[in-house]
Nanobody, 124 residues
Framework: QVQLVESGGGLAQPGGSLRLSCSRV??????????MGWYRQAPGKERELVAD???????TYADSVKGRFTISRDSSKNTVYLQMDNLKPEDTAVYYC????????????????WGQGTQVTVSS
């Protein structure tokens, strides 16, 4: 019902920049979009939150990327971006787009959707 497609990954040098984008396509009954964000997973490490943005526009960043990364979206909320500046080798990971939906019936139900991931490599 929700498809997320990431793009924009690649190779960058330390101190360089990349911009990731995530396109969202929805069909059927999904409930209400609660937030979208970016997670990353490096080899041998847990998947971690990088940044997210709620439907209302509030943002959250991991401490490791504060001041360097910026999450944003278009007006339709169909595309979310991650502007990555001053990249460091430790930013190397697969970056995944995430979308959270909420359904209000008898109980509250939340569902997570994930993109396929895009590789970001920071190396000189």
């Amino acid at each position: 019902q929700v498809q997320l497609v990431e793009s924009g990954g690649g190779l960058a040098q330390p101190g360089g920049s990349l911009r990731l984008s995530c396109s969202r396509v929805v069909s059927g009954s999904t409930g209400r979009l609660e937030s979208m964000g970016w997670y990353r997973q490096a080899p041998g490490k847990e998947r971690e939150l990088v940044a997210d943005i709620t439907s209302g526009g509030s943002t959250t960043y991991a401490d490791s990327v504060k001041g360097r990364f910026t999450i944003s979206r278009d007006s339709s909320k169909n595309t979310v971006y991650l502007q990555m500046d001053n990249l460091k080798p430790e930013d190397t990971a697969v970056y995944y787009c995430n979308a959270k939906y909420i359904k209000l019936t008898t109980t509250t139900r939340r569902n997570n959707y994930w993109g396929q991931g895009t590789q970001v490599t920071v190396s000189s």
